[in-house]
C-alpha cells in the first residue's frame, strides 16, 4: 500500500523526527512530506538535515520550504546580515555546524538541499505548503511570502479553488493541537517549544507524535 505522510514543523529537534520516521517505517512506496522548518530553535538542525538527505534513499521525500530556510539561505549567499535570523533561532542552528566564525562549516550537499526545496506538493485529495495560501490562485502561482511567512493567526484561507484539502504547519498551537477545519488542517504542534512533532498520513488521518526527547505519544483509545 502506498502512503503519504505530511509531517509537520522540525526546528532541529532530531529525536522527535527519528522517533516518527522509526514508528512510521517508509519504505520505497511510501512519500514523505516536509512542510518547511528543519532548522532554527531546536538543538540539531544539521543532524535534520542530514537525515532528510539519508531519507531520501529509503523512500519518495517531498521538502518544502519554509521562512526559516529563507532566512537561512539569505544569510549563506551573503545577501543581509546575520542578526535578524540569529533571533529568530539561527544562533542554535550555528551551534549545530560548530560555527566558529566561517559559514563553511555548512557543507556543499545541505547548501544544495535548501537551494532546491519546493513551494507545494498537491496530489488528488490534497496540498501541502509551509504556512498559508490565497485560495484564488492556482498552487503555482502563489506569492512566496504568502506561502512561506503569513501565519494562520494573520488570515485564514477560505477553501481552495481546486476543491482539495490543505495541509500547513508555520502557525504553532502553544499547547500542541492540531488545528482542522473542513477545508484545512494545521500539524505546527510545538515540538521546539516543549510540545511535540506531528505526523499524519493524508490516506486515513492516522496520526503519530512524539515529544523533543524523541517518547512517543500513545494515541486515545477509539
Same mark, same amino acid.
Given at each position: 500500500m502506498?502512503?503519504?505522510?505530511v509531517?509537520?514543523?522540525i526546528?532541529?529537534c532530531?529525536?522527535? $523526527?527519528n522517533?516518527?520516521?522509526?514508528?512510521?517505517?517508509?519504505?520505497s512506496?511510501?512519500?514523505?512530506?516536509?512542510?518547511?522548518d528543519y532548522?532554527d530553535?531546536g538543538?540539531?538542525?544539521?543532524?535534520?538535515?542530514d537525515?532528510?538527505l539519508?531519507l531520501? /534513499?529509503?523512500?519518495q521525500l517531498?521538502?518544502?520550504r519554509?521562512?526559516h /530556510?529563507?532566512m537561512?539561505?539569505?544569510?549563506l549567499?551573503?545577501?543581509v546580515p546575520?542578526?535578524?535570523?540569529l533571533?529568530?533561532g539561527g544562533v542554535q542552528?550555528m551551534?549545530?555546524?560548530g560555527?566558529?566564525?566561517?559559514?563553511?562549516?555548512?557543507p556543499?550537499?545541505?547548501r544544495? $538541499?535548501?537551494?532546491?526545496?519546493?513551494?507545494?506538493?498537491e496530489?488528488?485529495?490534497? $496540498?501541502?505548503?509551509?504556512?498559508?495560501?490565497d485560495?484564488?490562485?492556482p498552487?503555482d502561482? &502563489?506569492p512566496?511570502?504568502?506561502l512561506?511567512?503569513?501565519?494562520?493567526t &494573520?488570515e485564514?484561507?477560505?477553501?481552495?479553488?481546486?476543491?482539495k484539502?490543505?495541509?500547513?504547519?508555520?502557525t504553532?498551537?502553544r499547547?500542541g493541537?492540531i488545528?482542522e477545519?473542513?477545508h484545512?488542517?494545521c500539524?505546527d504542534?510545538y515540538?521546539y517549544?516543549?510540545?511535540?512533532?506531528t505526523?499524519?498520513e493524508? /490516506?486515513t488521518?492516522?496520526?503519530? &507524535?512524539?515529544?523533543?526527547?524523541?517518547?512517543?505519544l500513545t494515541?486515545?483509545a477509539?
Open positions: 502506498e502512503r503519504t505522510v509531517i509537520g514543523d526546528h532541529g532530531l529525536d522527535a $523526527f522517533a516518527l520516521i522509526e514508528a512510521i517505517e517508509p519504505s512506496n511510501d512519500t514523505i512530506v516536509t512542510v518547511g532548522v530553535r538543538p540539531n538542525s544539521k543532524g535534520v538535515i537525515r532528510l539519508e531520501r /534513499e529509503v523512500c517531498v521538502s518544502l519554509g521562512n /530556510e529563507d537561512m539561505l539569505e544569510v549567499r551573503g545577501e546575520p542578526f535578524s535570523w533571533n529568530h542552528t551551534d549545530s555546524y560555527f566558529v566564525g566561517d559559514l563553511n562549516c555548512v556543499r550537499s545541505h544544495d $538541499f535548501l537551494e532546491n526545496l519546493p513551494n507545494f506538493f496530489n488528488d485529495t490534497h $496540498f501541502v505548503v509551509h504556512a498559508n495560501y485560495p484564488d490562485l498552487l502561482e &502563489q512566496d511570502d504568502l512561506r511567512w503569513v501565519k494562520l &494573520q485564514v484561507p477560505g477553501p481552495h479553488m481546486s476543491g484539502r490543505a495541509i500547513v504547519g508555520h504553532h498551537d499547547e493541537r488545528i477545519l473542513p484545512l488542517i500539524i504542534t515540538c517549544g516543549g510540545k511535540w512533532l505526523a499524519m493524508l /490516506e488521518g492516522r496520526v503519530w &507524535q512524539a515529544d523533543p526527547y524523541g517518547n512517543l494515541p486515545p477509539p
